[in-house]
């Protein structure tokens, strides 16, 4: 005991001797939660505009003036068309990329396993080999559920009978030697799922402090869009289908049956009404007091009368799952064109400042837009059927083949970009896009989207993770890769 009272007078004589910080936990009086400390209750939000962009730049009227012919039609409707066609014949090839050279052809690196490049249509197929093809498609699925932990929406990992759970539902067993294609069109605009996952809680998380994206989800379908019905889930609750944007599972209630030629009649219909803004409501009645559903920028409804651009048709699910058509009123407030958009450099502006701000929704879990869905939406509007991969913009036309690489340095890169034309021209690094905007200082300024953030002069760090307007060093690797582009004229 001496000796313990010994150790105990010295250790205590030696621990005085240095000045010893200690931490306590601060806790909710009520909750009895340990609250945060300050730097872990939210990100800091970068401003507007960024540091080094001048405030006028946030505008498009500013943007606007330094155009040569703001209202000239670069291309028109049919010339779009024809563009659209070509890529998709290109794409439809047995090797598309064959005559490319080494230094361009796409890294097809993607994180869906539901990835296609093209949209095959499976009921020219036999019922075996589309039985095989859903097969395959589903094993990828389950080989990505289980590939790495992932968290709920809490950030807390699953437990293994939670992902053995969401693999029952997929129902693999299910699938015979035999599929029959069945057509559907979406009734409302959906999320297409790497798993049939039920939201909100059953989302696909792999950080538990930055909680970007949610993994499992792969795209977003809009209204209006064919699908190809392939399977369901052992609940019913989800159909596994083939769409514009790949293979994945998208909610049963938001898919309605018909016949392959009613489905086509209706999202071909060539008097209709495009959304131009965000997110726009259609309403039960003239007044639009009671809103229905919405449509994103780019989706398109058909017109109910030629002579009144506000009422649409719209595809509504039976209960039995078939489809019917009503009508919907739209409020006149400048967020749909009757017809395509006319393509000028001032509607393009225009029409890209109403994202201005909107939040970084890498995989469209949210219903949001990363880059490549922002500018699928924003060109859509005009008539471009933009490829859903960003390394593949570029071969939407061969007007400019250029390869920049990171050995030139960013003078180089900084020269031949300024040689593009503004507003018309997306860069990609492959992993990111950009629409060229003009410059500023001698350096290309850029209508960006990413989920990036950085350092102040003082080491503090700000999150941007919105539509901006931006210059290259934002996301900072964009400089270390090749770079290629897409002109749309």
């Known amino acids: ?37 300050p730097e872990d209750v939210l990100y800091n939000r970068a401003p507007d505009p960024l540091p080094w962009i001048p405030p006028e730049m946030q505008t498009a009227d500013y943007w606007i003036s330094t155009m040569e012919k703001p209202d000239e039609v670069i291309l028109t409707p049919q010339q779009i068309q024809r563009m659209n066609e070509s890529y998709r014949r290109r794409i439809s090839s047995p090797d598309p990329f064959k005559d490319v050279p080494a230094e361009r052809k796409p890294n097809l690196i993607h994180w869906w396993p539901g990835f296609s490049l093209t949209v095959p249509d499976l009921s020219s197929m036999s019922a075996r080999a589309v039985a095989d093809t859903v097969k395959d498609r589903i ?50 605009t959906s999320r297409l799922r790497n798993n049939p996952s039920f939201f909100p809680m059953q989302i696909g998380l792999t950080q538990s402090r930055k909680t970007r994206w949610d993994l499992w989800n792969i795209g977003v379908v809009k209204i209006a869009k064919p699908v190809q019905v392939l399977h369901l889930s052992k609940s019913g609750e989800y159909m596994f289908v083939l769409c514009e944007v790949g293979y994945g599972w998208v909610r049963s209630e938001n898919v309605a049956f018909a016949s392959k030629q009613e489905i086509e009649t209706f999202t071909n219909n060539p008097d209709f009404v495009v959304c131009t803004g965000d997110r726009v409501q259609f309403y039960t009645d003239e007044s639009c007091t009671c809103a229905s559903n919405w449509f994103g920028m780019g989706a398109r409804l058909p017109l109910a009368s030629k002579n009144n651009p506000r009422v649409v048709n719209v595809p509504v699910r039976k209960i039995n799952g078939n489809l019917a058509v009503e ?73 400019n083949t250029t390869v920049l690489h990171p050995d030139m340095g960013e003078s180089v890169y900084y020269k031949k970009i300024l040689e593009n034309k503004p ?67």
């Open 1 to 37: 005991m001496k000796q313990l009272i010994g150790f105990i007078v010295v250790f205590l004589a030696v621990f005085t001797m240095f000045p010893v910080t200690i931490y306590t936990e601060k806790i909710d009086p009520v909750t009895l939660d340990v609250l945060p400390e």
């Open 139 to 188: 094993n990828a699925q389950i080989a990505y559920l289980c590939k790495q932990k992932y968290g709920n929406a809490l950030a807390i990992t699953y437990g293994e009978n939670e992902i053995n759970a969401l693999e029952h539902e997929m129902a693999l067993d299910c699938v015979g030697n035999a599929v029959t294609v069945r057509h559907g069109i979406t009734v409302r």
């Open 327 to 399: 009508t919907a009123w739209l409020a006149s407030d400048g967020n749909t064109h009757a017809g395509w958009l006319p393509y000028t450099r001032r509607n393009i502006i225009v029409t890209a400042f109403k994202l201005l701000g909107n939040t970084y929704d890498w995989s469209g879990a949210w219903f949001g837009r990363q880059h490549e869905t922002t500018y699928r939406d924003i060109f859509a509007c005009f008539g471009f059927d933009l490829p859903c991969h960003g390394t593949l913009f570029t071969f939407f036309n061969d007007n």
């Open 423 to 489: 507003f018309v021209t997306i860069q990609s690094c492959g992993g990111h896009c950009q629409l060229f905007i003009g410059k500023h200082n001698g350096k290309p300024v850029v209508f960006d989207q990413h989920g990036y953030g950085y350092p102040d002069e003082d080491n503090v760090w700000f999150e941007v993770r919105r539509c901006n307007i931006g210059d290259l060093r934002l996301p900072r690797y964009f400089l270390k890769r090749d770079v290629t582009f897409l002109e749309l004229r």
